[in-house]
């Protein structure tokens, strides 16, 4: 069985587990079946939206990035001098949650003084092939914080900031908080500690010994907490960032708001779609098959922590885990998963989504020095960053948004929104629609995944609207990596973009047609 396969059915016992009363319908309306027709034929369909049933409120904050915790190795990396990097952030949001943590932050240590001496480092045992964690410690000096905090100013994003759980304690976890608190406290959203700890025990991870379980962690964990909050006594929380079992989710919340109070602010998790890269079944038809189960654990899992007073947030994910596969991590493949997945998440409630990447030096390092992907690749793949990183590049060599980042701004353009309730019908094809409204304007997606048909749709629109103004996300196909265009425009070379075609649609007898070519996506702006 497979993580992706593992976590459906793992998040599936747990709804069973604390599923109350309430609905389950999701805000996006889906309609789904096996694909085949010949290519080029049109199919038509419906939508329909229900202004009066109010659905979640999308934060600001919603989009957000992943990077391994080491790329603070390097100071200049998030530093205010990398103004390439943080023009390409404030495209992809103004408002956004950078963080930092993956495997690599169990074994990242800060130099707060000179005097720091580092933690011990990991005992790595068994054969290299066949481990997945870092072998090294990643020393991160305190000036590479300084920057940080400028960083985030720059960008006005928030901070997730994560600790090594795996090798450390709680005396250094609490002044290395302290330091960061003090550094960049004004950006700092919470703070997480660990990464992945229901994987610790695993034979490929080895950061705890195979009997240690979720007792030990809740005991060892909350020793962390109060310790940092004896030194930053307004520190905020979030966790447990589980790889895969959600369960660990209900006893963790139940276990930390106990203990902390206001002090936990956020529940998390991770979610990859597909993986390993090199395993044959990890297709491009796979990834984009839409899976209503995502969704429906999504909204158990976000509804229990809102009972909590917490929110919930995927704080780590992306099409496919150990590094992405080439031909379709780094493709326009990606950028009609990822805006589809994004919005199916903030329709079920959750907080928002942070797509993991990075440079390709630390990706590789915080995978036990493996990158699968590269067995599959293509001669001439462009390896940079990693397949699945929605920013690609090195301060030597400069960066560029991937076709990810794409569907990422597609998605975060309903920031700020309240969902409504639409139905998606008639279609009889794999297609996705959601809708959401504002101070009277109503902005949709439809996401069309079906290889072999265009889809034309008939959209019901509410009272008041005149026209309709759309963008097409699109690309030559779903394995290219360039000619992507978000309303007929690439980011350019210095990280900006602005629309380049937007269409016109009339209302005609209260509805707007609106046609989807297969492989392709469409944003709608309905305005009275």
């Known amino acids: 069985m497979d993580r992706r396969e593992f976590l459906l059915q793992a998040a599936g016992v747990a709804a069973g587990a604390f599923l109350t009363r309430r609905g389950m319908a999701q805000a996006g309306a889906s309609t789904a079946a096996p694909t085949g027709g010949a290519a080029g034929e049109m199919v038509s369909g419906e939508m329909n939206i229900d202004l009066e049933t109010p659905g979640h409120l999308i934060p600001e904050n919603f989009s957000g990035l992943s990077y391994e915790l080491a790329q603070l190795t390097d100071p200049n990396f998030f530093a205010a001098s990398n103004k390439e990097l943080i023009a390409l952030f404030r495209l992809l949001s103004p408002a956004g949650v950078l963080r930092l943590g993956g495997n690599s932050s169990e074994t990242c240590w800060l130099r707060v003084e000179a005097s720091t001496e580092p933690p011990e480092a990991p005992k790595v045992e068994g054969p290299a092939d066949q481990h997945w964690m870092p072998s090294e410690l990643f020393e991160i000096k305190a000036q590479a914080v300084d920057n940080l905090g400028e960083f985030m100013k720059a960008t006005g994003w928030q901070l997730i900031y994560g600790l090594n759980f795996g090798h450390s304690s709680p005396e250094r976890l609490a002044r290395e908080a302290e330091y960061i608190a003090g550094k960049a406290g004004g950006s700092v959203l919470y703070f997480q500690i660990g ?137 326009f493949a990606s950028a009609l ?143 290219s990596t360039a000619g992507v265009t978000l309303a007929g425009s690439e980011v350019s070379g210095d990280a900006t973009w602005k629309p380049a075609e937007v269409e016109t649609a009339a209302v005609l007898e209260g509805k707007v047609a609106i046609e989807v070519p297969r492989d392709s996506a469409v944003l709608a702006f309905l305005n009275r």
């Open 195 to 331: 990464n992945e700890p229901d994987f610790y025990s695993a034979a490929n991870n080895r950061t705890r010994p195979a009997n240690w379980g979720f007792a030990d962690y809740m005991k060892e964990w909350l020793a962390c907490a109060e310790a940092i909050l004896q030194r930053v006594p307004e520190a905020k929380f979030g966790g447990p960032d589980v790889g895969s079992t959600s369960n660990w989710i209900s006893q963790f919340i139940r276990g930390a708001a106990e203990k902390l109070g206001k002090h936990l602010v956020a529940a998390s998790g991770h979610y990859y779609a597909e993986g390993p890269p090199d395993d044959p079944r990890v297709t491009t038809s796979r990834l984009l098959r839409t899976n209503p189960q995502i969704g429906r654990s999504t909204k158990t899992i976000s509804e229990l922590a809102a009972r909590n007073g917490l929110v919930y947030r995927m704080t780590e994910g992306n099409s496919c885990y150990r590094g992405g596969k080439p031909g379709m991590s780094d493709a």
């Open 337 to 479: 998963w990822a805006g589809d997945y994004m919005l199916a998440l903030a329709a079920s409630g959750c907080a928002g989504v942070n797509l993991h990447g990075g440079s390709r030096s630390m990706l590789r390092a915080s995978l036990g020095n493996h990158m699968p992907g590269e067995t599959v690749a293509a001669p001439g793949s462009d390896a940079k960053g990693g397949y699945y990183t929605p920013i690609a590049g090195e301060l030597n060599e400069g960066f560029k948004a991937r076709p990810i980042f794409y569907g990422m701004c597609l998605a975060n353009q309903f920031a700020g929104m309240q969902f409504k309730s639409s139905t998606l019908s008639g279609t009889g094809m794999d297609a996705t629609a959601y809708a959401a409204e504002k101070d009277g304007e109503v902005r949709l997606a439809v996401f069309n995944k079906d290889s072999g048909r265009d889809l034309k749709l008939a959209v019901g629109a509410p009272a008041g609207i005149k026209q309709a103004r759309i963008w097409r996300l699109t690309a030559p196909g779903l394995d």
